[in-house]
T-cell receptor, first 111, second 112 residues
Framework: DVKVTQSSRYLVKRTGEKVFLECVQDMDHENMFWYRQDPGLGLRLIYFSYDVKMKEKGDIPEGYSVSREKKERFSLILESASTNQTSMYLC??????????FGSGTRLTVV | QKEVEQNSGPLSVPEGAIASLNCTYSDRGSQSFFWYRQYSGKSPELIMSIYSNGDKEDGRFTAQLNKASQYVSLLIRDSQPSDSATYLCAVRVNQAGTALIFGKGTTLSVSS
């Protein structure tokens, strides 16, 4: 089975901190994604990547950046964390055309 | 704006009944359709995918697709309390673009 690993299950950060969320997949998938999930708003796409060093903005990229230096790793960066970025962050990967496999998620609280 | 719509629920069914979950989508060019199950506090898990019109069965689950009506559904037969979860419908608009668009989910509650 494909495994998508997110490095932290829970994080608490202070406003203004730079935050790194890491995601690693072990099945050589080309495509990786970052979503956030909030009650009543569903899953919203932040950024995605279809190849190493390639990135595309999703629906809500403001305040975020990403890095994909290696095929298996896709990092989400909160440049200056704010309280409205408190959320569940979900990483996913897929080969072209298939469904996603999600990581277990990182619940981030910004205080 | 491409949209995927689901009734938020909760949908309540007794144990052993058939649960019917529905989803509509706005983009007629949509090609691939997925159902995910999400337990509270957990990440979504892929349970069904469907790519062509008609029915696709996998155990107690049946996905139904009608592209002319822009409608996809999930039937769960012999519902169990362990099926209680939020079910997310997801649509991929075309094969070249890989990002899925998700509905907000329907919460299913199966009572014993």
């Amino acid at each position: 089975d494909v495994k998508v690993t997110q490095s932290s299950r829970y994080l608490v950060k202070r406003t203004g901190e730079k935050v790194f969320l890491e995601c690693v997949q072990d099945m050589d998938h080309e495509n990786m994604f970052w979503y956030r999930q909030d009650p009543g708003l569903g899953l919203r796409l932040i950024y995605f990547s279809y190849d190493v060093k390639m990135k595309e903005k999703g629906d809500i990229p403001e305040g975020y950046s990403v890095s994909r230096e290696k095929k298996e790793r896709f990092s989400l960066i909160l440049e200056s964390a704010s309280t409205n970025q408190t959320s569940m962050y979900l990483c996913a990967s897929t080969p072209s055309g298939g469904g996603y496999t999600f990581g277990s998620g990182t619940r981030l609280t910004v205080v | 704006q491409k949209e995927v719509e689901q009734n938020s629920g909760p949908l309540s069914v007794p144990e052993g009944a058939i649960a019917s979950l529905n989803c509509t989508y706005s983009d007629r060019g949509s090609q691939s359709f997925f159902w995910y199950r999400q337990y509270s506090g957990k990440s979504p898990e892929l349970i069904m995918s469907i790519y062509s019109n008609g029915d696709k069965e996998d155990g107690r689950f049946t996905a139904q697709l009608n592209k002319a009506s822009q409608y996809v559904s999930l039937l769960i037969r012999d519902s169990q309390p362990s099926d209680s979860a939020t079910y997310l419908c997801a649509v991929r608009v075309n094969q070249a673009g890989t990002a899925l668009i998700f509905g907000k989910g329907t919460t299913l509650s199966v009572s014993s």
